[in-house]
């Protein structure tokens, strides 16, 4: 039973939960000095490490190099491995030599054993070794002491480790205050002359505050393996830019922090949370990119404990010393960007991605976790929530309320009130008595549903699923070996051990149409709360001591919500026999999660900062692997002005994952409740994002292929820009469509960058031609959404817009073809039936679009690929074409024809009308 307290405190939590007007109280949250380790680490200045490499310990295999580092204050030793792995990516290890006991380490991540390529030796004497990284004269330098690692390309130093000698690794180690026995063991582990780790002046002769236990606030974190942190310092010459971490509500170029906290990375419910500020939020990717005119690197530091990134401009030169100095080009005056990286626990496992592109950075990180995943077409259309609709009868009349208005939508989403007393795979015996009816109604009309099932599972004996996870001991362990409880929505509340693989596995089997009564195939599903969010737990989340299986929960934290978004999904694929792409959005996410689903921003509000931040929000999230990202339109918290709201709309609409979400104590804001003027503007908004779905789609197969992000930086395609390097309030979409939404209040006008010394752009409102390379001021009215169609491009749309994507499939296709005199023009078509797994059996189609020397041509890209389309091409749009005299069409059997074409030279536009070849075939179309 809960005392008073807790109950009281439940109530105060919920309290705070409910109402829109409070921001976030960040008193709930630590700094980096209320976090023991993180103050402990950064107290260490930069200065001569105590580590030296011990050479005549150095084992060279034909995939591993591996040497003893020590620590010359306290004699402990460290074992370091290093790897050259496949793609231009180098790989750090660095653990105890013999720990105490084992140091947790990432499972289930990658998505292999990383495939390694030969390391060879160049050199070696008494002060380091040089190994050959193969790839245009890369090499690693070793130096013994103090220890640091360089890696180079010909003369310049790309990227350094402990060049500022702030390695730590706290070591496993007895503390001072326990039994006789546990006495009598450390001594036995002293005299080991392997580990000699406690002969001299030690750190463990000084038990800090917060080593073996912390409070912060009300809540005391218990240490039963004392200090445990972990750090290393990373050095950029020649850089200046550096982007990634995510999950922060802040700017896509990175701050240097050293006159505040470091970026945090540590999965939290944050409530409402502030802008422009380096405090954790609900997600956690521990990839950051650097970038210069010259390349692109990035860094993967794979630790799921909490982790704080310190970064600081330098001048690089003025930490190179020795014979380095050699290599160094240029004066001291060179940028640099230093990086330093803590973790709680685990270990030091880095993976360096050496570029030299973007897209090879991108295709480098795929290749360690995976691609996003190839989501349902459907999911890629407009999607409608709010916390909560109330009933049956109120889902269908907001259903009937998008036909009425004529505004297309393919989910409709229930929140947690659709459930039987927040108990989730359940449904409101009085509100949604009749599950299935409701759904079949909204499959009638080829649309979809989903519904939220989160982590947390009411503790009550008559709640089968919490019968069955305790009774088969999948509930996480609190420090005395009993269940984990903890409050959220249900009140008091079980944790299933998703990092438990027979836990995920049964959590998948309940998923089935014969488990989750009342569901169908037309039902998806959310996962919020996933952090996990504990209203009564230190920064509202777990304990750090709770346990998962040997493991605390310190070690694993960052990884929980990308277990349970794993399971989820998987649950979804298995009830459909395998069949069935599942689309389950998540709030937490870790590297990796890209593999599972989408991801939105969280709990925004209604305001314009809230507006313009998703930009920069979602755009670090496709660096790192996650292109599935939106936010809440028009703000979940607050009330937007009808005017933010037809801004968040049309920004909205270019983003990947598309939905309205709002809070239960807002007032509705369906897209019709604003007037008539209004309700055609976001009408619009919804139609363009409609029209582009086939570009979308193939966006997103190209991602799932390749690892590129779908919404992208200016600086991914012209990296040698750097007009575009810190560019947030605009973004490409693929290669060949510019977006600038209109994100400022009673904005009469934006000024957008077009990028590239030759390229050309057409508005793809007015189709006029602007040259790139240059700042464009756009006069906007409420009706403008600035975009632009690059030059030399072919975006396929389907201009028939009916009510969900579903109703589509078989409708025509529009091509536009941009043009660039200096190019050939190029474009892509994919086509498949939209929600299967059958793709990857070669059931689609992959066509070419080209247009050169007057001649617009379709060829099959996989020809070994079998699927037909009843989709045709029924009109061909030309920007940027000189009138011709005749059009002739050749079909793929030799047969030609003249079609029937309009030109205005005023725009230089030429129209061909119903062309008529099907979409799946070879053909030509000629201009003379």
């Given at each position: ?8 405190a439940?109530v ?7 109402s829109g007007?409070?921001?976030v ?5 630590k700094?980096?000095d209320?976090?023991a ?6 107290a260490?200045?930069?200065g001569?490490?105590p580590?030296?490499?011990?050479l005549e ?10 040497l003893?580092?020590?620590?010359d204050?306290?004699?402990v030793r ?8 496949q793609?231009?990516i ?10 105490l006991?084992?140091?947790?380490e990432?499972?289930d991540v ?7 390529e ?8 008494e002060?380091?070794?040089v190994?050959s990284?193969?790839?245009e004269?890369q090499?690693?330098?070793?130096s013994a ?6 890696i ?6 790309l ?11 706290e070591h496993?180690?007895m503390?001072k ?7 009598e063991?450390?001594?036995?582990e002293?005299?080991?002359p ?5 002969t ?5 002769d ?7 236990e912390e409070t ?5 974190d218990?240490?039963p ?8 310092d990373?050095?950029?010459?020649g850089v200046?830019?550096?982007?990634g971490?995510?999950?922060h ?9 050293d006159?505040g906290?470091?970026y945090?990375?540590y ?6 949370y502030?802008?422009?500020n380096?405090?954790?939020?609900y ?33 690089a ?5 020795g014979?380095m ?15 330093r ?5 685990g270990?030091?496992d880095?993976?360096i ?6 897209k ?14 190839f989501?349902?077409?459907s999911?890629?259309a407009?999607h409608?929530c709010?916390?909560?609709y ?11 309320g998008?036909?009425e ?10 929140d947690i009130?659709h ?15 009749t599950?299935k009816?409701?759904?079949q109604?909204i499959m009638?009309k080829k649309?979809?549903?989903?519904a ?12 089968k699923?919490?019968?069955?996870i ?5 509930y996480i362990?609190n ?20 990092t ?10 309940m ?7 009342g ?5 998806y ?9 504990v ?5 509202v989340t777990?304990?750090?001591d ?10 694993v ?9 794993m ?5 979804l694929?298995q ?17 990796g999660s ?9 709990d925004?509000a209604a305001?314009?900062d809230?507006l313009k931040i998703s ?23 607050k009330?937007p002005?009808?005017?933010l709201l ?10 990947p994952?598309?939905?309205a ?7 509705r ?5 604003f ?7 976001i009408?619009?908004a ?5 029209t ?11 991602a ?9 930086p200016?600086?991914v ?9 810190a ?12 977006v ?11 000024t ?16 006029q031609k602007?040259?790139?390379?240059q ?16 030059g030399g ?9 009916r ?11 529009t ?15 994919y ?7 059958n793709?990857?059996k070669k059931e689609?189609?992959?066509?070419k679009l ?11 890209l996989a020809?070994?690929?079998?699927f037909?389309?009843?989709?045709w ?5 030309i ?10 069409l050749?079909t793929?059997d ?6 029937e074409f ?7 536009v030429l129209?061909?009308?119903k062309?008529g ?8 179309v000629?201009?003379?």
């Open positions: 039973m809960a005392s008073f307290t807790e109950r009281m439940f105060l939590v919920m309290a705070l939960c409910l007007a409070l921001a109280d960040r008193g709930n949250f700094t980096c209320q976090s380790f993180c103050k402990r680490q950064r260490l200045k930069p001569e490490s580590y030296r490499a011990l310990t150095m084992e060279l295999t034909n995939t591993r190099l591996t003893q580092l020590i620590n204050n306290n004699k460290l074992l370091l491995e290093l790897y050259r792995l793609g231009n180098t790989r750090v290890k660095i653990n105890e030599l013999k720990p006991k084992p140091r947790f990432v499972p990658l998505v292999r054993e990383p495939p390694t030969p390391l060879s030796l160049l050199s070696q004497d002060n380091g070794v190994l990284l193969g790839a004269s090499r690693v330098i070793v002491r103090p220890f640091r690692l360089d180079m390309e010909g003369r310049d130093v990227m350094s480790l402990n060049s500022r000698g702030l390695l730590a690794f496993l180690r503390r205050d326990t039994s006789q026995a546990d006495s063991a450390e001594k036995k002293e005299v080991d392997a580990n000699p780790a406690e001299t002046k030690d750190e463990d000084k038990d800090e505050d917060g080593m073996w912060f606030k009300s809540h005391t218990g240490k393996n004392g200090p445990s942190a972990i750090s290393l990373f050095s950029l010459p200046e830019h550096v982007y971490i995510p999950e509500a802040e700017t896509l170029r990175l701050k240097t922090t006159n906290d470091p945090r990375l999965n939290l419910d944050v409530f409402q502030e802008l422009f380096p405090m954790a939020l997600g956690a990717v521990p990839v950051m990119l650097a970038h210069n005119s010259q390349r692109t690197t990035g860094i993967f530091w794979l630790n799921a404990a909490e982790t704080w990134v310190d970064i600081s401009s330098n001048t030169g003025k930490t190179v010393f014979k100095l050699d290599y160094v080009q240029g004066s001291s005056e060179t940028p640099q960007t230093d990086v990286w803590i973790s709680e626990s270990i030091i880095v993976f991605m050496l570029g030299p592109t973007p090879d950075v991108f295709s480098q990180y795929a290749s360690l976790t995976g691609t996003q995943s989501p349902p077409l999911s890629l407009y409608q709010r916390w909560n109330n009933d049956q009868e109120d889902v269908k009349l907001v259903d009937a998008f036909d208005h004529d505004i297309p939508y393919d989910f409709i989403w229930l009130e459930t039987d007393g927040k108990r989730y795979f359940t449904w409101d015996p009085h509100k949604f008595a599950p009816e409701m759904l109604g009638d649309r979809k549903m989903v939220i099932v989160d982590p947390h599972i009411k503790v009550d004996s008559n709640y699923i919490h019968n069955e305790r009774s088969r001991g999948f362990k420090k005395d070996g009993g269940d984990y409880e903890g409050w959220c929505w249900p009140g008091s509340a079980g944790y299933p051990d998703f438990c693989a027979d836990m995920r596995s049964w959590w998948a089997s998923f089935a149409y014969d488990q989750y009564g569901s169908m195939e037309n039902l599903t959310w996962n919020d709360m996933n952090e996990p969010s209203f009564n737990g230190p920064e777990m304990h750090k709770a346990m998962h299986g040997a493991w605390e929960h310190r070690d934290h960052n990884l929980y919500g990308f277990y349970v978004q399971a989820t999904a998987e649950g694929i009830r459909s026999g395998g069949v069935e792409r599942p689309f389950v959005l998540t709030r937490a996410f870790f590297a890209q593999r599972y689903g989408a991801v939105w921003t969280g925004n305001e314009w809230h930009i920069p929000m979602c755009l670090s999230l496709g660096l790192v692997g996650i292109s599935f990202c939106g936010a809440d339109v028009g703000g979940f918290f009330s002005s009808s005017e037809v801004r968040w709309y049309q920004t909205g609409a270019y983003q994952f598309f939905r979400h709002a809070h239960l104590d807002t007032p804001r369906e897209p019709w409740l007037g008539p003027e209004n309700t055609a503007l009408r619009e919804v139609r363009q994002r409609y582009l779905l086939p570009y979308w789609y193939l966006q997103f197969y190209q799932h292929c390749t690892g590129q992000p779908v919404m992208r200016l600086w395609e012209y990296p040698q820009d750097p007009a575009t390097f560019i947030d309030d605009e973004f490409l979409i693929g290669t060949d469509l510019l600038h939404p209109v994100t400022e209040e009673g904005a009469r006008g934006v957008a960058y077009l990028p590239g010394k030759n390229e050309v752009w057409f508005d793809v409102n007015t189709f602007h040259n790139g390379a700042n464009l001021y756009i006069p906007v009215t409420m009706s403008s959404i600035p975009v632009f169609q690059r491009s072919i975006i396929p749309r389907k201009l028939r817009v009510r969900s994507s579903t109703c589509m499939e078989h409708d025509p296709y091509l536009f073809v941009a043009l660039n005199p200096q190019r050939t023009a190029e474009g892509e078509l086509i498949d039936d939209g929600h299967t797994f793709y990857e689609f189609i992959h066509r080209f247009f050169a020397n007057n001649i617009l041509s379709s060829i099959n020809p070994d690929a079998k037909s389309t009843q989709s091409i029924e009109r061909v749009i920007l940027g074409a000189s009138k011709p005299s005749k059009v002739t050749q793929a030799g047969q030609e024809s003249q079609l309009e030109f205005d030279s005023s725009m230089s129209t061909l009308r062309p070849m099907n979409a799946g075939e070879d053909w030509k000629m201009l003379q």
